[in-house]
């Protein structure tokens, strides 16, 4: 049981570039979610889903973008990365809202 | 507008003490509240919780007290270990929302 799984840990990316943070999860959870967490900052909110098909926005959702075709997997992508996308990425998924968020280990990514 | 504050960057306590980490929220709809913690390089994990119904929740070094009229909670671990030294998140959700809100973090470190 691999829990919540995020590829991939580190990545540099020079400013206009793209990429997709993966995720996936395989506990059967419905709902998933992504955070940044930038330094000495809390775990800010970008986008969750809530099932298959289904996503919304958080509190800093600009910038990015996400799908949800699968209950597994969740990816995260950045268009068009600004050095202010300078951060390490966080994906978690639960059973429910209020139900404990399971983790992964993060992505640290640098935009330069 | 941070709605959750966890005022103190950091704290340091003998290993055997009581390690006390506070935190204040400012918006009166929260009613479900989290400890999380997170050592370097791994994602947050879930420690305790409390529902605003309660006033105390324990799980056996860990109690979490929420003073609901003072809009603040607090999280006691006793006695305090050198395993404990990591940082530590609250959180809070509201009913009717599946987002948790962070508060930026509190760096414990357990002296042996």
């Known amino acids: 049981n691999a829990g919540v799984t995020q590829t991939p840990k580190f990545r540099i990316l020079k400013i206009g570039q793209s990429m997709t943070l993966q995720c996936a999860q395989d506990?059967?959870?419905?709902?998933m979610y992504w955070y940044r967490q930038d330094p000495g900052m809390g775990l800010k909110l970008i986008y969750y889903s809530v099932g298959a098909g289904i996503t919304d926005k958080g509190e800093v959702p600009n910038g990015y973008n996400v799908s949800r075709s699968t209950t597994e997997d969740f990816p995260l992508r950045l268009e068009l990365a600004a050095p202010s996308q300078t951060s390490v990425y966080f994906c978690?998924?639960?059973?429910?809202?209020?139900?404990?968020?399971?983790f992964g280990p993060g992505t640290r990514l640098l935009v330069l | 507008d941070q709605q959750v504050k966890q005022n103190s960057p950091s704290l340091s306590v003998q290993e055997g003490r009581i390690s006390i980490l506070n935190c204040d929220y400012t918006n009166s709809m929260f009613d479900y509240f989290l400890w999380y913690k997170k050592y370097p390089a791994e994602g947050p994990t879930f420690l305790i919780s409390i529902s605003s119904i309660k006033d105390k929740n324990e799980d056996g070094r860990f109690t979490v007290f929420l003073n609901k009229s003072a809009k603040h909670l607090s999280l006691h671990i006793v006695p305090s270990q050198p395993g404990d030294s990591a940082v530590y998140f609250c959180?809070?959700?509201?009913?009717?929302?599946?987002?948790?809100?962070f508060g930026e973090g509190t760096q414990l470190t357990v002296n042996p």
């Open positions: 978690a998924s639960s059973q429910d809202y209020r139900e404990t968020q399971y």
């Open positions: 506990m059967n959870h419905n709902y």
């Open positions: 959180a809070a959700s509201q009913t009717s929302g599946s987002r948790l809100t």
